[in-house]
């Protein structure tokens, strides 16, 4: 097993990680930014190092920083957590030069898979439904033209590097696909340094649901059941349920055994998650595979009493998974929220600040994944996800009764942030009653901003 690791992340999964570390007797090294003094997960840590200013690029992106560290602490294992370095191949590569076991897949299966067109191909050789699409980049907008017609509008340009909904434009007519295709193209390029394009089928009103996998080095994979991540806004999931109250059993199990084989072509190691969109008539497609931990992973966490991080951590150390597919039993039914320091009347504009007061939701079925305590000062420099809370019920009616109960006893003040809308959307007859897509916040915004809302943000 691995003896000491380093954390290289901050905020809310930092604390996740190193409290499975600290159940798991493994010695952690955080690092942090300067304006992460004296943050929350600095102080869980067994040693925590400052590695640089707050811009995440003087830091928290800052590779031969964080190896240095690591180096030094005489580390043997690496969690890059979720977003900045934890899907950057190179930085993988490096870690592994450095002798230290990067907690994630190798940086080639990283490679292969963040680059979704080619990741689209290996999924369809292995009879894996994808969104109907172009057979690989297109280099022109003429050629993706010709590629919609065949298709029908509306489709989807995407850049095959795109990620975090960046990269990606609709067009619903042969008089939109030029924009889309260089507005698309240039963005990825500018983000991601590389502008290459591919056209998908436009799925109307989908819901997204997604499979979480685990494999360890000797080729064995297993999945621990869907997510539901319908609930959106902007392409950006809002709150996450599992298991999805809008597949049956027969969607679920080959959906599950359809993951299980992507995993498998990918040559996956350690934990994934297979994404797909579901349409109305109940078709599947592929959409991407994500290649490390998700923010959204306590709600599986919570149905299958498997520990995710503690799994992550036990195959990077080269161990067997610990589970079959047949030990793998789901139970009950929870919900996740996602918390953010934004304003919803101000276009949901990211509100960083001081917390003044805060209250944390507790008791029996409620768990908060935070890094948060009075007084901390949430940065402009990073996201604005400051907060998961996270219920459990037998059913899903008691875990959204939860859930409310849960939202009403949350107290943040000091910074705006989507409370309000988290708790509507709690009552919201379509939500209870899975009458969504990935489409419905945005056009119930409305109602979903009512007064309610405002006084939960004050
Ligand atoms: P990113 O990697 O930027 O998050 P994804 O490909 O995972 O991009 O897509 C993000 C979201 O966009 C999905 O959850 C879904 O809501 C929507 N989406 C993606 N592809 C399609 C499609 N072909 N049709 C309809 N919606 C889509």
Redo the contacts with the bound molecule.
């Keep these: 097993m691995l003896k000491r690791i380093l954390v290289a992340n901050r905020g809310e999964i930092a604390v996740r990680i190193l409290r499975a570390c600290r159940e798991m007797r493994i010695e952690t090294v955080a690092v942090y930014s300067e304006a992460d003094r004296g943050a929350l997960f600095t102080t869980l840590a067994t040693r925590a190092v400052c590695i640089g200013p707050a811009p995440a690029k003087d830091s928290y992106l800052n590779m031969d920083a964080v190896l240095t560290v690591a180096t030094e602490t005489e580390c043997d294992g690496l969690h890059p957590g979720f977003g900045f370095l934890s899907e950057n191949p190179v930085f993988a590569a490096k870690v592994r030069e450095c002798g230290i076991v990067f907690i994630g897949p190798p940086g080639e299966i990283i490679a292969q898979l963040g680059d ?1 067109s080619a990741a689209r191909r290996i999924m369809r050789d292995a009879g894996v439904p994808v ?1 109907p699409g172009s057979d690989g980049l297109v280099a022109t907008a003429a050629e993706a033209r010709k590629i919609a017609e065949k298709l029908g509008y509306p489709v ?1 340009i ?1 850049a095959t590097a ?7 434009r609709r067009a619903d007519s042969a008089a939109e696909l030029d924009g889309a295709f260089s507005e698309a193209s240039g963005e990825a390029r500018a983000a991601f340094g590389d502008g290459g394009v591919y056209v ?5 009103n ?1 819901r ?1 649901i997604e499979f979480q996998t685990l494999a360890d080095t000797f080729g064995d994979v297993i999945h621990l059941g869907e997510r539901d ?1 319908t609930l ?1 806004r902007r ?1 950006q ?1 809002v709150v996450e349920e599992s298991p999805s109250p809008s597949i049956d059993e027969d969607t679920r199990r080959a959906m599950g055994a359809a993951a299980v084989r992507a995993a498998k072509a990918a040559g996956y190691v350690n934990a994934g998650t297979v ?1 797909f ?1 579901l349409d109305g008539d109940g078709n599947y ?1 592929f ?2 595979m994500n290649t490390r931990l998700q923010v959204e992973h306590p709600v599986t966490e919570m149905v299958t009493g498997v520990d995710i991080v503690r799994e992550q951590i036990h195959i990077a150390s080269g161990l067997a998974l610990r589970y079959t597919q047949e030990d793998i039993v789901t139970s009950g039914h929870a919900i996740e929220c996602r918390v953010n320091a934004e304003d919803p009347e101000n276009d949901f504009r990211p509100c960083p600040g001081r917390i003044d007061h805060l209250h944390l939701p507790g008791g029996f079925g409620v768990r908060v994944d935070t890094g948060l305590f009075p007084g901390v000062e949430i940065s402009p420099y990073y996201d604005s996800m400051i907060a998961k809370v996270i219920v459990h019920g037998r059913t899903r009616n008691e875990a959204v009764l939860r859930m409310r109960r849960a939202l009403e006893e949350l107290l943040v003040t000091g910074v705006k942030t989507n409370h309000g809308l988290l708790y509507m959307l709690m009552f919201s007859t379509d939500f209870l009653r899975s009458r969504t897509d ?1 489409g419905f916040i945005e056009r119930n915004l409305g109602a979903l901003l009512s007064p309610v809302e405002k006084e939960m943000s004050l």
């Design positions: 979704k969104v989807f995407k795109g990620g975090g909904g960046r990269g990606m998908e089928k436009l799925i109307e989908p997204h991540c959106q392409n999931k994404e969109i497609y959409i991407e990935t």
